[in-house]
Every structure is written in C-alpha cells, then in structure tokens.
C-alpha cells in the first residue's frame, strides 16, 4: 500500500528562511514522494501505520520517513494523501460475483444441455441421428440386440433427463446432486470414447490428431462437458459435508 507524501525537499545553500542553524541541510521547498505507508513515521505526533483508512497531517520537530533507509526530511508539515483501496476492492467485488455466476451458469448450463438432448432424444431424427455412434461402440453396441434404436434412444432421454433434475437439486439436496453429476461425468466420458470407433471422427488423409469437423470435432465438446460435472459433482459433495458441519 503506497502513499503520497508531501515533504520538503532540501535546495543547497541555505537554510529555512535563510537560517542555516536551524535547518542544516539547506532551503527546503515541498516536493512529493511516493513511499510504502507503513514507512512513514513521525517521530512526535503520530505513527502511519497500513490499513488506516484516510491520510494524516502531522507537524513536529523531526519527521522521519524510511525507518530503515536512514532518510530524514527537516522540521515541517507532512501530508499523506488518503490511500484508498476503492480499485482493488471493486476489483475483488467483481471476481466474486463473476464467480458466483459463473458458478450459477456452469451447474444450471448444464442442467439445461441435459434437459435438452434427452428430451429431443424422443424423437425419430434424434434416435436415428445417435444410432451411427452406438452401434460402433464396443461398449454399448450390443443393446442394439436388446432393445430397438427407437426404445434405446428412449431410455438414454430419460437417463439424461433424471440426471438434470438430480444436479438442478444443489441447493436444498446436496448430494442428490453431486450423485447426479457423477452419472453425467460417466456419461461424457462414454461418449468421448466414441471418437476412437466412430468411423469418420478422424479427418481422412490426415487421422490423429486431426479430428473431423464432424463428428470429430462435435464429439471433442464433451471434454469441457465432463470437467463441468467433475466440478459440479465435487462443489456439490462439499457443501455436503459443510452441512453436516453446521449441524
């Protein structure tokens, strides 16, 4: 923190008001310096110390600044202009509350993406539209034996649904929520792996690591999709246990 100091400043060759005696290092008119706060001392009236809110006007016999610099400015007045931390603290102001938005934006986003595909996920072209990642899948190809694309579709829309409404549950249940987005985070991580069997997820005649705009590229979102329920699922745990703490 750093304060502006009005102190005299010394002119060679004569004394305050022409008094050598009185003043040995010469004339002084006022200049301004800026110096750390906490350095500016005076020896008869009062101390500065960090963190006063408004500035000080002391007068005395000697007024030094610097305790440790060993420089002294001569009998007189110091101002110290108020030092206000208004930027610093509309800066921090601001971080919290883009913070606390952005904390609002990415668990209920997400709430909405869920809601979203899974209740599209009811439709024909939607069904239809999933097939081509589902029956490349080593992992979920063989529910296409179980169920028809129509009814697996179905069932996926409901999965993404419920998942929504369990997140969107954080400020009266928790937990409810953090289990919600860890199904989302294993979710996402299913889907990201569909970029290594889908054919066409590679852009042809240059493969790895050159993803095709589609569904290469469409599929890759599902990176920043899973670090958003990872997060979500561990702020979500933790006022979990705060709870239990304010009990």
């Known amino acids: 923190m750093w304060a502006l100091v009005s102190r005299p400043r010394a002119v060679p060759g004569a004394g305050l008001d022409g008094d050598t005696t009185q003043a040995p290092y010469g004339r002084f008119d006022h200049a301004a310096i800026a110096v750390p706060l906490y350095q500016v001392v005076h020896s008869s009236c009062a101390r ?134 860890l199904g989302a985070l294993v979710l996402f991580l299913v889907t990201l792996t569909f970029v290594f069997s889908t054919p066409g997820a590679w852009q042809p005649d240059y493969g790895f690591p050159y993803l095709s705009p589609d569904p290469g590229q469409f599929l890759a979102k599902d990176v920043g999709l899973a670090a958003i329920a990872l997060w979500t699922a561990g702020e979500a745990l933790r006022a979990t246990q705060e709870s239990r703490d304010r009990v």
């Not at 097939?131 to 009814?151: A, C, G, I, K, M």
């Open 48 to 181: 500065i110390v960090a963190g006063w809110p408004c500035g000080l006007a002391a007068a005395g016999a000697c007024t030094r600044f610097g305790e440790h610099t060993g420089h002294y400015v001569a009998e007189g007045t110091i101002t110290v202009e108020p030092v206000t931390t208004s930027a610093r603290s509309t800066e921090a102001t601001l971080g919290r509350r883009l913070e606390g938005l952005g904390t609002i934006l990415l668990r209920y986003g997400l709430v909405v993406i869920l809601l979203w595909v899974g209740l599209l996920k009811f439709t024909a072209y939607e069904a239809e539209g999933i097939q081509v990642f589902v029956e490349n899948s080593p992992l979920l190809s063989w529910l296409y034996d179980v169920v028809s694309v129509r009814t697996f579709s179905t069932l996926l829309g409901i999965f993404e649904i419920v998942l929504a409404l369990m997140i969107a549950t954080r400020p009266f249940a928790p937990k409810v929520s953090a289990v919600g987005s």
